[in-house]
């Protein structure tokens, strides 16, 4: 079993920068990538993009190459996601998640445990 807590959410402005991170706990060797992603109301989850923890390789979906980067740090067991130049609709529940397989994907369905999620408002 692993636990994830996200935090770091809140209510920013367009253009402002914000991180995120995501404390595992539990059974450390019962993942292998921990993947973050959104869902804005009405709307499906969506990955954003994932770390492996062997190597720290990361994966992005395009929308978000050169806005976000997801980052680790294995003393504290600990992944951020660092977003810059914010936007409206980046306004979303963000949630990270842990999949055991270590290949670099962001479909939600292939991930095991999940976080419950911090609220990011983009707003003038």
């Known amino acids: 079993q692993v636990q994830l807590v996200e935090s770091g959410g809140g209510w920013v402005k367009p253009g402002d920068s914000l991180r995120l991170s995501c404390s595992v706990s539990g059974f450390f060797r019962d993942y292998n990538v921990i993947g973050w992603f959104r869902q804005a109301p009405g709307k499906e989850r969506e990955g954003i993009g994932c770390?492996?923890?062997?190597?720290?390789?990361?994966y992005y979906r395009d929308f978000v190459k050169g806005r976000f980067t997801i980052s680790r740090d294995n003393t504290t067991h600990t992944v951020y996601l660092q977003m810059i130049s914010l936007k409206p609709e980046d306004t979303a529940v963000y949630y990270c998640?842990?999949?055991?397989?270590?290949?670099?994907?962001?479909?939600?369905?292939?991930?095991?445990?999940w976080g419950q999620g911090t609220q990011v408002t983009v707003s003038s």
């Open positions: 770390i492996r923890k062997s190597d720290s390789n990361t």
């Open positions: 998640a842990a999949r055991l397989d270590p290949k670099l994907l962001t479909g939600p369905v292939e991930y095991d445990y």
